[in-house]
């Protein structure tokens, strides 16, 4: 039996300095708060580390509830980060077996910013437009999500996330990372919203890997990697930056951030949902950002030869950007570039179905929207979006099942995502 995590909300209220208060009646030892880099120091420099809020208010500037989460710019308008900080988590257990993504919220209730510090001083926050996410909702291995931006960041450097190697090359990649974000510093700390970093922490293990393989007696999935302590909660989504290359100025993203434990008021280990294994997600997402970005995709995103964005099957916010001149909704979510077609006599190519969108008119919509194969077990296939329009990880108690951390709000009435802490066996 695999041990399973506890999971509580918290409240969190974007004020001057990000303050956090935990709402009445709620037990402190079952719940976790954003936490920020533990033994880590104030990050001034890295601006491609960026912090997220998900708003039940106004705008980040207006009140409201706020959930706060990390994550990293790949592209002037697309960061990665952690799915459980854009989407429901679902039941108050985790189990890697069992546990599953429920809806994604909508993407005008989330905004970036890479200020050091997250609050209602900024006037440097960004709104989103589209999250893009895998089609399993299973929650270990897809704890991963794309957030493209209404508008673009400028800055002299972004992140590059492995998706042409594979991190257990270790000719080329060092088995050390960097942790930016803007959680906690320990395990019952207050102090999130601050961009802190911690340098050389060890990767623990890679499934798969000939030397470092998984071995330990907790879950870890196909599509991650485990590394040692330094994040907290509301770290969650921020960028496992690739040691060697973020010392030379070239950082490099191995994964994000998804769950953790503690013991005490001390965060412990951490899980990444790794980059090498959706690389064709997040290629032909970086297409899509830098086609709504009006800008030159990045070279890492074009190398495997998918079709660009406009094409017939790609994802879409108006008609204007499809080669087909039409974008329409299997389902009122994501929109895809389509062809019209006839029920009676449907004339799609392979891969399409010819069915009614919301409104009755009917398109070819794709079978396997953004992958061009049926997957191959590997996260690189079958991958959707979803377009609407940020948790950390570590071990409590020793070896056992890691879950995810992340700032969670319950105000004016919505919850935006579930704070997890993993119970002792």
């Known amino acids: 039996m695999r041990a399973k995590s506890g999971l509580a909300l918290a409240v969190f209220v974007l004020v001057a300095g990000c303050s956090s208060e935990t709402p009445a009646g709620s037990d402190r030892s079952t719940s976790t708060q954003a936490s920020a880099i533990q033994g880590g120091s104030i990050d001034t420099n890295d601006n491609y580390a960026v912090g997220i809020v998900g708003l039940s208010?106004?705008?980040p500037t207006g009140g409201?509830?706020?959930?706060i989460c990390s994550g990293a710019l790949i592209a002037p308008n697309l960061v990665i980060t952690a799915r459980h900080?854009?989407?429901?988590?679902?039941?108050?257990?985790?189990?890697c077996d069992t546990d599953k993504f429920g809806a994604t919220h909508d993407a005008s209730t989330f905004y970036v910013t890479n200020d050091t510090t997250m609050d209602q001083s900024s006037q440097n926050w960004h709104q989103a437009a589209q999250v893009v996410t895998p089609p399993d909702t299973k929650f270990c291995g897809n704890d991963l999500a794309l957030i493209i931006l209404q508008d673009k960041f400028t800055l002299p450097v972004y992140v590059t996330p492995l998706v042409e190697d594979s991190m257990s090359d270790h000719d080329k990649y060092e088995k050390k990372i960097t942790a930016i974000g803007y959680g906690v510093t320990s395990a019952t700390g207050q102090d999130s919203g601050t961009r802190r970093i911690k340098q050389d922490i060890s990767v623990q293990c890679i499934p798969g890997d000939t030397t470092t393989d998984c071995t330990q007696a907790f879950d870890v999935a196909d599509n991650e990697f485990e590394a040692g302590s330094g994040t907290c909660s509301g770290d969650s989504g921020s960028s496992a930056y690739e040691q060697a290359n973020y010392t030379a100025g070239t950082p490099v993203t191995f994964g994000m951030l998804s769950r953790g434990g503690e013991q005490g008021d001390t965060c412990v280990g951490s899980v990444y949902t790794r980059t090498d294994k959706w690389a064709q997600l997040i290629r032909q997402t970086a297409q899509t950002a830098a086609t709504m970005g009006g800008y030159p995709a990045p070279a890492w995103a074009g190398a495997d030869g998918t079709a660009d964005p406009g094409a017939e099957g790609q994802p879409c916010t108006t008609a204007d950007e499809c080669d087909t001149k039409s974008c329409a909704s299997p389902d009122g979510n994501t929109s895809y570039c389509v062809s019209t077609c006839d029920p009676n006599a449907p004339s799609c190519d392979d891969g399409y179905t010819c069915k009614a969108d919301p409104n009755g008119d009917n398109?070819?919509?794709?079978?396997?929207?953004?992958?061009?194969?049926a997957g191959d077990g590997s996260g690189n296939g079958d991958t959707t979006t979803t377009t609407t329009t940020g948790c950390s990880v570590a071990r409590a108690g020793g070896p056992s099942s890691p879950v995810p951390w992340k700032s969670g709000a319950v105000l004016l009435g919505m919850a935006l995502a579930g704070v997890r802490r993993r119970r002792k066996r």
Do not use: E, L, M
Not at 64 to 67: K, N
Not at 86 to 95: E, I, K, L, R, T
Not at 363 to 373: E, N
């Open 57 to 59: 208010g106004a705008g």
């Open 64 to 67: 409201g509830g706020v959930a």
């Open 85 to 95: 900080c854009v989407s429901d988590v679902g039941a108050d257990q985790v189990n």
């Open 363 to 373: 398109y070819c919509f794709p079978d396997h929207p953004i992958g061009s194969d």
